[in-house]
């Protein structure tokens, strides 16, 4: 647990000195991406920590120019891996023999990608957004973290209304991961008027509606081309998969019901600094007005996903995970604007918190918790693996 508690210790201590406006602007930028690359070396010289370790780790090691687009990785017979992610194995592969490379580029490339989106949305509370985001973002990146951050970089289309670059941007995910054809939908729902009212309806709608959910999820399922065009999604994330995520997440109903107030408690709290800097007319108001869409649709996703059948749709809501540190950012701006960074920095902690919360670290009777307690690193790659058999 060492290495989490250094690393947080230090996003936290940065963030609030951030807040208090401590930190020379000629020094910010450079602490920045300080920060950004200490996080690049922590997730990407792991070895054996995290989720889906074994797979990937194999998928690296067979990959090469012969089977980009014949490669399956449950074996023969089983669905074929995205040709996007296994020429990028292939080609790191081929200069870099080792998977810690492989790992440091694509979370360099995660890192950066979500790095300079928080730098063009909050230039000046930068550090404190990333410092949230640390935690509200996966742990450790695996293949679907590739497409998340493509999305996210490709924000700037759906602000500047160039919807083809944005389509182009979700093709090139789906050679990576083919559930990112879900991101075609989010390009409307991100550009409408934020309406909290409406949302909220809608929220409480599908609160109301999840049990017809699991029929829709049967019916679905046995239509062959669906089946087809998706993957095998459907047979992948069955009912045992949501039926998991629920009992790991929610396992009572009083928690069920305190995580949609909580919900909905804090999108109108953000409503709420949103008409307040939308009054004063500030100049990144389009980019709030994006960031609370997105928490919306995360809102969304995560309660339908929690319905048995939609398992996958679950692991989709971290595709916008960025946005609640983004939301949470603009609230703390507003606050310093007011002069109340007491204010501020208790929203960042209570914040944070909640999200760390929810870091599988936090969480030692989870099953998941064994997978990144302790932390090891590459120098460790001779150890007995304890995510399943060293391929």
Known sequence: MTIYVIIFALMVFMAIADILKLISRDWYRHIYWCLVTILIMFKGLRWDTGTDWTQYYMCFERSSWSNIFSYARYGTGTKLMEPGYMFLNTLVKTFFPHYTFFLLFTNAFILISYGKVILKFIPRYSITVLTLASVCLELFPVRQSLTFAILCYSFQYILSGEWKKYVFAVVVCCLIHRSSVVFIIFYPILKCEFNIYRNIVIYLIFIVGTQIFGVIFDFLHNINVINVMTGGIMDTYDMTSSTMIRMDEESSPRNYILSRVSSMVQL?????????????????NPFFQLSLNAFFIVLCLNLIGQTPGFGSIYRLSNSLAISYALCVGFAIYYFIKTKAPIIAIFVFLLTFCI????????RPESNRYRLFVPYKSFFQEDEMVRSGRRW
Request: charged fraction near 25%; hydrophobic fraction near 45%.
């Open 268 to 284: 109108s709290f953000f409503a709420y600094i949103y008409t307040k800097m939308k009054a004063k007319r500030y100049r990144f």
């Open 355 to 362: 999200k760390l919360n929810t870091v599988p670290i936090m």
